[in-house]
T-cell receptor, first 112, second 117 residues
Framework: SAVISQKPSRDICQRGTSLTIQCQVD?????MFWYRQQPGQSLTLIAT?????????ESGFVIDKFPISRPNLTFSTLTVSNMSPEDSSIYLC?????????FGQGTRLTVV | AQKVTQAQTEISVVEKEDVTLDCVYE???????LFWYKQPPSGELVFLIR??????QNEISGRYSWNFQKSTSSFNFTITASQVVDSAVYFC??????????????FGTGTRLKVLA
C-alpha cells in the first residue's frame, strides 16, 4: 500500500489569504490527484499532477485559483488562493498505486 | 457519460440489523474498476474493496459482502449484523482509463449510514 501524509490536517483562514497544502507519499508515484469535498458532498477532482509537467485541471477549476506543484515523485502541494467562504471544504490528496487509490487524511479548511 | 449513483442519501438501522447500500454506475468502457470507500467522522477515506469489470464473483470479507451484477450495472454493498462503528459515509466509485492513459475516479454522492445502539 501507499501511505500518504497530508498537512495541515485543518486550518481556519481569513478570506483573501492563501493556504498551501502539502502531500507526501512513501512511494514513488507517477500521478497525484487533488480532490475537494464540500460539506455534505461527494469528492470532486480538482486536478491531476504529473511530475515534471503542469497539472491538468478539471472543468470548473483553474490554475490561478488552485496552483499545484509537483517537484518530485513523492511530493505535491496544492494552494488555495484568495480564499472565500465558498472554499471551505475538505481537500484530499490521492495517489494511485497498483490500481488502487489511496487518500491522505484530508485538510479541513474553514474560511471566515 | 460516466456516472455513479447512490440513491440512498441516508440510512438508519438498529445495531445487529443487516443493511445494503446500493450503487448503480454508467460507463461505455468494457474495462473499468469499481470501489467502495468508507469515510468515518474523522474524515479520512478508507479503502474497502476493488472489483474489476471482468470479475463478477461476489465477495465476502467478514461482515461485509459485495454483489456485482454487470447486467444491471450495480455494485451493492451489504453489512451483516451492523455495529455502531459502521456509522460513516460510504462512497461507491468508478475508475476508468482516460485518453491520456491515466485512471480517473468518479465518486457517487455517498450514503450516510447511522447505526443506532
Amino acid at each position: 500500500s501507499a501511505v500518504i501524509s497530508q498537512k495541515p490536517s485543518r486550518d481556519i483562514c481569513q478570506r483573501g489569504t492563501s493556504l498551501t497544502i502539502q502531500c507526501q507519499v512513501d512511494s514513488q508515484v507517477t500521478m497525484m490527484f487533488w480532490y475537494r469535498q464540500q460539506p455534505g458532498q461527494s469528492l470532486t477532482l480538482i486536478a491531476t499532477a504529473n511530475q515534471g509537467s503542469e497539472a491538468t485541471y478539471e472543468s470548473g477549476f483553474v490554475i490561478d485559483k488552485f496552483p499545484i506543484s509537483r517537484p518530485n515523485l513523492t511530493f505535491s502541494t496544492l494552494t488555495v488562493s484568495n480564499m472565500s467562504p465558498e472554499d471551505s471544504s475538505i481537500y484530499l490528496c490521492s495517489v494511485e498505486y497498483r490500481r488502487e487509490a489511496f487518500f491522505g487524511q484530508g485538510t479541513r479548511l474553514t474560511v471566515v | 457519460a460516466q456516472k455513479v449513483t447512490q440513491a440512498q442519501t441516508e440510512i438508519s438501522v438498529v445495531e445487529k440489523e443487516d443493511v445494503t447500500l446500493d450503487c448503480v454506475y454508467e460507463t461505455r468502457d468494457t474495462t473499468y474498476y469499481l470501489f467502495w470507500y468508507k469515510q468515518p467522522p474523522s474524515g479520512e477515506l478508507v479503502f474497502l474493496i476493488r472489483r474489476n469489470s471482468f470479475d463478477e464473483q461476489n465477495e465476502i470479507s467478514g461482515r461485509y459482502s459485495w454483489n456485482f451484477q454487470k447486467s444491471t450495472s450495480s455494485f451493492n454493498f451489504t453489512i451483516t449484523a451492523s455495529q455502531v462503528v459502521d456509522s460513516a459515509v460510504y462512497f461507491c466509485a468508478l475508475s476508468e482509463v482516460t485518453r491520456s492513459g491515466t485512471y480517473k475516479y468518479i465518486f457517487g454522492t455517498g450514503t450516510r449510514l447511522k447505526v443506532l445502539a
